[in-house]
């Protein structure tokens, strides 16, 4: 049951500060996923082997060597701000 | 009567891998380059990246599974932890919670009522996150993400130890596993090994567990022995004041030498752990690890016997060698140049260890070349430098680790074995101290000791006291 507490919690979790109505539309919508997971709950699955990964692939390996050179101006192009080679964050502490 | 506590302690030990490059692509792992230069799109988390794991991870995390006695999950995954905060640019970190690679092992460690098995619950791939610094003016925060994606293994112990000196004595032997695989180099104040400490206590007697904390940020052995003392302390005093324990996460502070919660309730720890969908599960077959066992280095416990039997070492100098691999190293590369194990062992032992001691240096600093050291021993047993100057000269191999041979050749310290020289300073001597040779002559002949020294002295140290003593019994004879 996503009740308002549960809600206020995943808002917690979400870093999300959301307003009446969206809560209201996200309690909603989450409603549904948990009615479609217990559906699926109801199932016999007890024969069936659990599956962690949907392709049948395994051992996708690197060897260790170093391939990246020193990209840092296109790497620092993404950040919002940025001072002496470093992202410029919001104090975390 | 008051009432007997006991204190239950686990470890989480973080272990920074000696790969060359990260463990979901290929950016360089080397310490100490400028901010964000070793960084790309998988490793600072850009939308549509994708990682694909480095396999020396997976061969380095066996290595320490199999000699920490794990059972390895022949079929293992990654999973996605979940958490916002700015050293986590992808805001989720690549682990392993449900089928984590190595599980179940154990270490033996000494105590002092004898051998402690200590069981590891699991040991788990993950990536390391980036480095904050805060500025001190302004409000902010910056981020280097060289560190993010760098390889780690977390090595989770069962709640077995029950003191600062188990909890030391399990440590030391998990880093000294780890370095003599080269897996890692495990430096603590550098943070290629980190320790997290969970720490509960409970009446003696009683079998459940009390609450525990969980305590980060120890960068020395010291401070996590004070940091158990004092978490120990605290605990004890909020039950004793009829109190409850908070299951939190404790950050110490070693100047203060105390500790304080680190997340407020707001932050609550959940994960919300998932299987990461982009990396494909590792199936390591039986023919991999048959591999793994079979190029397992020499690790210390036939180190050390080999030692004894090998370089007729005593049990007791093959366990301060074997220590640490960079002093087996040296020791062993010595003793093979110079074919003189037990000098070798002498000068690591004793000149060695004293000089590092009193230079707090861990063993891992000392970098001088066994070449110099084997030369060194060969010169004094030669007789062509006294052991007084041999200590001398070791004092500058143990510094700037110059050659032996040319040091003495250019200060002059070479031994005079010359007797003509001798001669005239035995001769010198004698005259100098006659009551000294008075009682010699009516049986006292402990003085000679005296006599030797006086002779010594006058060559500076450089007189070969062999030939000295003998010069000097033959005079008082005559």
């Known amino acids: 049951m996503i009740d308002d507490e549960m809600m206020e919690y995943i808002g917690i979790l979400a870093k999300l500060e959301l307003s009446k109505e969206e809560k209201e539309q996200a309690k909603a919508d989450m409603q549904k996923m948990l009615n479609y997971i217990d559906q699926l709950n109801k199932l016999d699955t007890s024969k069936v082997e659990p599956m962690s990964h949907i392709f049948p692939i395994t051992n996708v390996f690197r060897e260790d060597v170093v391939t990246n050179g020193e990209d840092r101006e296109a790497m620092l192009a993404n950040a919002p701000k940025q001072k002496n080679g470093q992202y410029q964050v919001a104090k975390t502490v | ?478």
């Open chain 2, 1 to 478: 009567m008051a009432k007997q506590y006991e204190t239950v302690i686990g470890l989480e030990v973080h272990v920074e891998l000696a790969t060359k490059t990260k463990i979901f692509c290929g950016c360089s792992t080397e310490f100490g380059g400028a901010p964000n230069t070793h960084t790309c799109p998988v490793c600072t988390g850009m939308p549509g990246s994708l990682p694909v794991l480095n396999k020396q991870v997976v061969e380095l995390a066996l290595e320490v599974g199999l000699a920490a006695n794990c059972e390895i999950n022949q079929y293992c995954k990654f999973d996605r932890k979940n958490y916002f905060y700015p050293d986590n640019p992808q805001n989720y970190q690549i682990s392993q919670l449900y089928l984590p690679i190595c599980h179940d092992g154990k270490i033996e460690i000494d105590t002092p009522i004898g051998k402690k098995s200590i069981r590891i619950h699991e040991i788990h791939m993950e990536e390391d996150a980036g480095k904050l610094v805060h500025d001190e003016w302004d409000d902010c925060s910056y981020v280097d993400y060289n560190r993010s994606g760098v390889p780690l293994i977390e090595i989770v112990s069962e709640p077995d130890m029950r003191n600062a000196d188990e909890v030391i004595a399990y440590l030391e032997k998990l880093r000294m596993i780890v370095q003599y695989l080269g897996a890692s180099d495990c430096k603590l104040q550098e943070g290629s090994m980190r320790a997290d400490v969970n720490l509960s206590v409970r009446e003696v007697g009683n079998p459940n567990f009390g609450t525990r904390t969980e305590m980060k940020n120890l960068n020395s052995f010291k401070a996590i022995a004070r940091a158990i003392e004092g978490e120990r302390e605290r605990q004890i005093e909020l039950l004793e004041e009829g109190k409850t324990v908070l299951q939190e996460t404790r950050r110490w502070d070693d100047n203060k030498e105390s500790s304080y919660p680190m997340r407020s309730k707001e932050d609550a720890k959940d994960y919300r752990y998932f299987p990461d969908p982009d990396l494909p599960p590792v199936v390591i077959s039986d023919e991999w690890i048959a591999e793994i066992r079979k190029k397992q280095p020499e690790l210390q416990p036939e180190k050390k016997l080999r030692y004894q039997t090998e370089y007729q070492l005593s049990e007791y100098d093959a366990d301060l060698i074997t220590g640490t691999k960079k002093i087996a190293d040296l020791f062993e590369e010595t003793a093979n140049l110079c074919k003189q194990p037990k000098k070798a062992a002498n000068w690591i032992i004793g000149e060695t260890f004293r000089l590092a001691k009193e230079k707090k240096m861990e063993p891992e600093q000392i970098s001088y070349s066994p070449e110099h050291l084997a030369k060194l021993i060969e010169m004094t047993e030669a007789g062509s430098i006294t052991q007084t100057v041999a200590k001398n000269v070791f004092f500058h191999i143990f510094e700037e680790d110059i050659e032996p041979e040319q040091y003495v050749k250019q200060h002059g310290l070479g031994a005079v074995s010359d007797s003509s020289e001798l001669e005239a300073i035995v001769k010198m001597v004698l005259e100098e101290n006659p009551s000294t040779v008075e009682q010699y002559k009516a049986g006292k002949e402990k003085v000679v000791g005296f006599l030797i020294g006086q002779a010594m002295k006058k060559t500076k140290g450089k007189g070969n006291p062999g030939i000295i003593s003998k010069m000097i019994k033959e005079q008082l004879t005559k």
